[in-house]
């Protein structure tokens, strides 16, 4: 697949915000600092599309971006960014899982971990979550550049270990600063769409 055309179409907190459920979305979720917004960026081909975590003040939203006019790719805030508020991560979560138990044109949650670290409890949780859902299935390893061939399938083996993937589960390794893994990604989601 090839993404001629990808912009913000909305950002919301609540669901009278969201746009409306005309096509498709896959969303992307993700500890704060995994590398979400550079991934989204290099998937969409757009520099600034999603904006990078240099700021971790940034404001915590879902942001909806339409994407060729078919389908939508949904940011879903950075979690466990620990210098906050328990009741300010609480109600982002609450912000997370509203949208995830009633969006009715939710195909799929990509979830991004970062191929250095085995899943926090966090990242177990949430693809758990996703399990729950059926919105599981697709695991990003983020920053691949920072770990060697060797070490890549070894890192790969404790992700599946520790989220508990099953072997169809597909887990992606894609570095945004080489520039890598992306195509894998975009034939992925081009198969979910069309299936
Ligand atoms: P977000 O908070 O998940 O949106 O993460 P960002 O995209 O803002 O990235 C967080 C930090 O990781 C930034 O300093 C990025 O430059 C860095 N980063 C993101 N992707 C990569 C990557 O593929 N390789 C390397 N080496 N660093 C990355």
């Known amino acids: 697949m090839i993404i001629k055309k990808a912009d913000i179409e909305t950002v919301a907190v609540k669901p009278s915000q969201y746009p409306e459920t005309d096509i498709p979305e896959i969303a992307f979720a993700g500890r704060s600092n995994v590398g979400k917004s550079s991934l989204l960026n290099l998937l969409t081909n757009r520099r600034n599309l999603a904006r990078t975590s240099g700021n971790p ?41 509203t949208y995830l138990e009633g969006r009715t044109t939710l195909l799929k949650v990509v979830q991004l971990v970062d191929i250095r670290h085995e899943p926090s409890a966090q990242d177990v949780q949430m693809y758990n979550y996703l399990r729950h859902f059926g919105l599981d299935g697709i695991v990003v390893a983020t920053k691949a550049d920072k770990v060697s061939t060797n070490e890549k399938q070894k890192c790969i083996s404790v992700i599946r270990k520790t989220l508990g993937l099953s072997a169809e589960d597909k887990v992606i390794p894609v570095s945004a600063l080489k520039r890598t893994g992306h195509e894998v990604l975009l034939e992925e989601l081009e198969h979910l769409l069309a299936s």
């Open 57 to 97: 003040g940034k404001t915590r939203t879902i942001n909806f971006y339409r994407v060729n006019d078919d389908f939508r790719i949904v940011d879903l805030p950075g979690y466990g960014y620990a210098k906050i508020s328990r009741s300010q991560s609480e109600g982002w979560g609450q912000m997370i899982e």
